[in-house]
Structures are given as C-alpha cells and as structure tokens.
DNA sequence: GTGGCTGCAAAACCTTTGCACACAA
DNA sequence: TTGTGTGCAAAGGTTTTGCAGCCAC
C-alpha cells in the first residue's frame, strides 16, 4: 500500500502522490515528469509544477529513481532497491531492463587505487533493437 | 596540428575552432560550452552561440565527444579514440580517468539476449574524493 | 489550527535557431 | 566569388520558484 510508503518518510498523503506512485508502479519503463502528469491528469486534478515537486521529493526520500538522460529529460521509476540497468533503442526509445551488474567488483579496484569512496554508478547502454533493425533493412 | 584536423574534415580553419580545439587539448577534464566560453572571450572574440555550434559541429565529426552529466549541463572533450570512462567526486566534481572498459563481454552477451545491435554505453562512476573525505571528517 | 502541499504564472536555465553579415577557400 | 561560419537577439524546451490559497493531520 502506497500509503504506507509516504508515512514511512514523514510525507502526507495526497492524491496527487498516490497517483503519480500508482502509475509508475504500473509502468514497466521509467517515465518523464511530462509523461506522468499527463496521464495522471485524466482522473487527478493536478499541475504540471506538482509533478515535478512530487517527483523530486519522492525521489530524495529515495522511493523513486531520477535519471537524467541522454535527450536531456529526466526520467523517474520506482526504486526497486535492485541495482539494475538498461538498454536504450537510439531509434524508437524502447527500453530493456538487464539483469545484473558487472560493475561491483571494478568499484572495488577503483576505491583501492584512487582513494574514492564510491556511491553509486551509471550505466546504460544504447543500439539499435530488432524491430528497428527490421525497418532500416526493409 | 589542429589546423589539420580541421582539414581532414572538411572543416574551414577559423580562429574560433582553433581556440575551442587549444582549451580542450589543455584540458585534462571535459568541460561545458560556458566554461570554454569564458576562457576562449579573453583572447579570441566570440560569441556563446558560435562556441555551442562549434562545439556540435566537432563533436558530430567525432573529433570531441559530448556528453551529457548529471547536473543538466553537457560536457565535451577532446575524442581520444581510446574508450575511456571516468569517476566523478559528487561534492567537488573532480573528475579522475578510469583505464580499460570492463564492457565489452557483456555487450556481446546482450546482443545475443535481446537481439539488439549495440552502438555504445555509458558509464560513470560517482563517489567522493579522498581530499572531500577528508573535509568531512574535519 | 498549522505547516506542509498545491495551483498558477512567471522566471530560470541551458541550448538552439533565424537572419544578415563576414570571412576562409 | 561562394558557401560556410559568425554575431546578435530571440525563441525553444525542460525544470524551478514565489506567493497565495488549500488541505491532511
């Protein structure tokens, strides 16, 4: 229950972030501010500057992921708490999810030879996926 | 000699692009349209709008690569055609170079998975520096 | 009742673009 | 000369913010 979710972090609850929670739970694919509030905007009566506030406050409590990306939108999903990545279509935008990360035992040579103290990475990766291969081969 | 780089591409030498080449030849870290804005005005007239179109200019000539951050801006450096990543410090965005790419395997993997034709990734490790570390413990 | 949440509109921010002029080849 | 490159100013798109009113607790 997404309720609980918001009282866990001191956040009331309102309609607007049991709406904007619901639909990103229900979508598979992060999604932007302007997608959300669109969509959310068909049952809920909300502003687009609510979005972007809900968001970002969702995201600090860390109940939601905020990446910005390579088209220079910032995208949201829920956080899963599983470390995961992605691999982008350049063409269409499609957007599969990859199982596992390579990355922690290279974090771990990292911390010895610079002395960082590592918090995080990203990762995703880009091509071109079947469907679009199709096309441009048609 | 940039002024061949220029040439190879068809590009006309212009004091402009020679300046921006000069800075990000000097630079061993990638940086934004503002940041080599303001060193390039102190010698060469220009203006911001030229240094952007410049900017996507080279990089679309694959002589510098651009790359968009995490704090909104896009960066650019120099292409050295070494597949390089790097590790960001999150409070005094140092930036320190990350030898060899741990990728490659697992992109052949992908491609298998999904069926996807890989063009590239992105990867960027963040952390905080030992010199930050240690501010913080003070 | 009170402080957090919201709507609206305006601004901020980085980046792109239109048009006329300037300059490299 | 010719077409590419540039300056200036204005617009573009996404995201943030100020302020007054509203609502969850």
Redesign the pocket.
């Known amino acids: 229950m997404n309720e609980n979710i ?2 866990s972090t001191d ?7 049991l709406a904007i929670l619901l639909i990103l739970e229900k979508s598979s694919v992060p999604m ?3 997608d959300i509030y669109s969509i959310v905007v068909k049952d809920v ?6 979005t ?3 968001l ?2 969702l995201s600090e409590k860390g109940i939601l992921l905020k990446n ?1 990306s390579r088209d ?3 995208y949201y999903q829920i956080n899963s708490h599983q470390h995961k990545h992605q691999l982008v279509c350049t063409l269409c935008n499609d957007v599969v999810p990859i199982d596992g990360c390579p990355l922690t035992k290279l974090e771990e040579n990292l911390t010895q030879q610079t002395g960082f103290t590592i918090t995080g990475h990203s990762l995703e990766f880009f091509g071109i996926c079947p469907k679009c291969t199709k096309h441009i081969k048609e």
Request: net charge positive; charged share 25%; glycine share 8%.
């Open positions: 918001l009282k956040l009331k609850t309102t309609k607007s972030r932007t501010a302007e009566h909300m502003s687009l500057s609510t972007y506030r809900t970002g406050t910005l220079g939108k910032t």
